[in-house]
């Protein structure tokens, strides 16, 4: 396994996890909404039980809410780990990751922002970072990979 295009994998998921996790939200709150109760409508006394389909309905809705739960947790977990090694890197290359990564930001913006003054330059930058966000994300087994 190549452990730096891996963590460049993981790193350039980061945007579309945060992207996932508002419109995970959004479904848990639509899926609440969905199954709230309704006004009264008349009562029919001769069906003395529940019709089969609204309980049916309500627990596939039910089982919508805590699978969208539990890949909100997921999600945000992952977010979460993700976050911490960028944190635990060097200042510099936690900037180059975040702007090169995360903000999807020009290299000639990265430039601008680094005070660098060549793009081979900006690569070599953005190379050691990554190799330091495998290691610590991927532990020894990314060694070879760097």
């Known amino acids: 396994m190549n452990y730096f295009k891996a963590a460049e994998q993981v790193l350039s998921s980061v945007p579309t996890l945060k992207r996932a996790l508002e419109n ?3 479904r848990k709150t639509q899926l609440i909404e969905s199954g709230a109760p309704r ?3 008349a009562v029919d006394y001769s069906k003395p039980f529940t019709d089969s389909h609204y ?4 627990l596939s809705k039910l089982l919508e809410l805590s699978e969208c739960t539990k890949n909100i947790a997921e999600t945000q977990r992952e977010l979460n780990y993700i976050d911490s090694i960028i944190a635990q890197l060097s200042e510099e290359h936690k900037k180059i ?3 090169w990564y995360v903000e999807k930001r020009s290299k000639e913006s990265i430039m601008e922002a680094l005070y660098i003054e060549s793009l081979t330059t ?6 050691k970072a990554v190799a ?3 290691l610590l994300y991927y532990g020894a ?3 070879p990979s760097i």
């Open 39 to 41: 006004e009264l409508g």
């Open 24 to 26: 995970l939200e959004r």
């Open 141 to 143: 087994s990314a060694l």
């Open 97 to 99: 990751i975040v702007l």
């Open 132 to 134: 330091e966000f495998a």
């Open 122 to 127: 900006v690569y070599n930058v953005r190379n």
């Open 55 to 58: 309980v049916s309905d309500t």
